[in-house]
Every structure is written in structure tokens, then in C-alpha cells.
């Protein structure tokens, strides 16, 4: 939690950029310039939890909003739940209409039996060291989306491809210097000296990213009495086919 709530301390709230989001989230700002990668991410998610303006979404590890900003608008009502006080902030900066925040943990998830129509977590898994945590927010969330609903843990990567995934994360980069120049710098990251004391700032927080086996997320979800299907993230993902979306849906009522 400590690099999301040290980057989103850094953002200035009168005008939040996705720039600025990409930023806290641990994404390449130049990458998520382009608007029709960030529409298929939006799409792709709305395909896969099968939304709709009527349906109530939970997300669970919603840092500052990146993913909040082109779904909240698509629902009659969403919440974004994460850790970080600092970066629920910048997310309520935003100031969406539809959405509400709510700082918690996500393995103890604060509401009621079935509240929601859907329940999403992006990005958040592949920063779990601890498969039993990621047992327990996949049980908890599956707990407060009602009977029918779907939950989407996306954008984990594959184990079975993890040595190719490095060097395609490699070659990204390069290909994105190439085209859009070196990495922005944030002004956060400066380095900058305190002229009394001749310090440096602390080195910030580092994010982790942790594999996970297809058929090992898929048994997961069928423990917990949850159908489970495995998608891959969207088509214009530069990283697809090294990371993949697992959709649980909790079992419909039996009709007498």
C-alpha cells in the first residue's frame, strides 16, 4: 500500500490527468495516453461483468481512480473501496456523480450479503505476495455480490509465461521511447535537496508483481462453489496473451 499512498500524495487535486492517475496506479502515463487502449480496457471489463445502467459495482482496490473514471459513469451507482486514504482522495476529486469511496480492507469487505450487481478487482491481485489473501477477497467479494453476479480479478500475470512476459515488458518500453520519448518524469520523483540538511528524500516504495497459474485461479473459485471462466484482457493490451481476467459468477437461486 505504501507506493500507492506515497504517489497519490504527490498529485495535485485541482486537476487530476489520467497522466496523473496512470501515475499513482504504477502505470506508463505514455502508454495510457491513447484513449482507444483505455476505451477497450473499459469495454472489455463491461463485456465480462456483463454491466449495465442499471447494475450497482463494487471495486475493490480502486487506488485514485483510474478504472473508477470510465465505469462510474456507465452504472446507476458505484463504489470504490481500497486501503490508501490518500488515494481515495484524488479519486473523490474526480467528483463523479455516481461514484462513492469507502477506505477498507478488501480480504473484510464492509457491507451486507448480495449488495452488488457486480464487483471488480484490476490490477490489484498481481500485488499480493499471499495466495491466502487472495483467497479471501475472492471469497469476500463473491460474498457481496448477490446470487447470478459476476466478479472480474483482472490483468494477472500468467506464471506459465513468465519469462517471456519480462522481456515483452522490455521491448514495450523501448518501443514506447522510441515513439513517445523517455519516461515523464513526475515532479514528485525529482531528486531535490533540502538546503539546510543536504538530504535526500526516502526512496519511494516499489510496486511488486506476482504470477498466477490459470488453472490454479479457476480451481480457486470452484472451491468456493463459484463457476469460473478465465478471458484474456483486452485485444489492445500490448500485453496480451502474458496476462489474463478470471470472471467468477455466484450461483442464480434455484427456481421451485
Known amino acids: 500500500m505504501a507506493f500507492f499512498e506515497t504517489r497519490s ?38 463485456d465480462q461483468l456483463d454491466l449495465g445502467p442499471e447494475q450497482t459495482l463494487l ?20 463504489t470504490g473501496l481500497d486501503l490508501s486514504a490518500h488515494a481515495l482522495a484524488v479519486a473523490r476529486s474526480l467528483g463523479m456523480a455516481t461514484a462513492s469511496y469507502v477506505q477498507a480492507d478488501g480480504t473484510r469487505l464492509p457491507f451486507r450479503d448480495g449488495v452488488f450487481g457486480a464487483v471488480v478487482s484490476y490490477d490489484v491481485f498481481t500485488n499480493l505476495p499471499d495466495r ?8 469476500e467479494m463473491s460474498r457481496v455480490v448477490r446470487p447470478g453476479g459476476r466478479v472480474l480479478v483482472g490483468s494477472l500475470a500468467d506464471e506459465a509465461r513468465r519469462a517471456e512476459f519480462t522481456a515483452v515488458v522490455e521491448r514495450v518500453g523501448r518501443e514506447l521511447s522510441e515513439r513517445c520519448g523517455p519516461l515523464p518524469e513526475h515532479a514528485a520523483t525529482r531528486r531535490r535537496w533540502t538546503p539546510w540538511l543536504r538530504r535526500e528524500p526516502a526512496p519511494e516504495p516499489a510496486i511488486s508483481c506476482y504470477y498466477y497459474d490459470r488453472e490454479e485461479v479457476v480451481t480457486a473459485g470452484r472451491r ?9 484482457v483486452h485485444p489492445r493490451n500490448p500485453y496480451l496473451g502474458y496476462r489474463f481476467n478470471v470472471v467468477y459468477q455466484k450461483p442464480a437461486p434455484v427456481r421451485p
Do not use: N
Not at 16 to 44: C, F
Not at 59 to 78: D, I, N
Open 132 to 139: 491466502a489473501v487472495a483467497l479471501e477477497m475472492i471469497a
Open 224 to 232: 468456493l462453489g463459484l463457476e469460473a471462466r478465465v478471458h484474456e
Open 9 to 46: 500524495r504527490a498529485v495535485r487535486r485541482e486537476l487530476v490527468t489520467r497522466a496523473e492517475l496512470s501515475y499513482v496506479s504504477g502505470r506508463d502515463p505514455r502508454l495510457w495516453a491513447d484513449d482507444a487502449l483505455y476505451d477497450d480496457l473499459v469495454a472489455s471489463v463491461v
Open 59 to 78: 471495486e475493490v482496490g480502486c487506488a485514485a481512480g483510474f478504472l473508477a473514471q470510465g465505469l462510474a459513469p456507465l452504472v446507476a451507482r458505484y
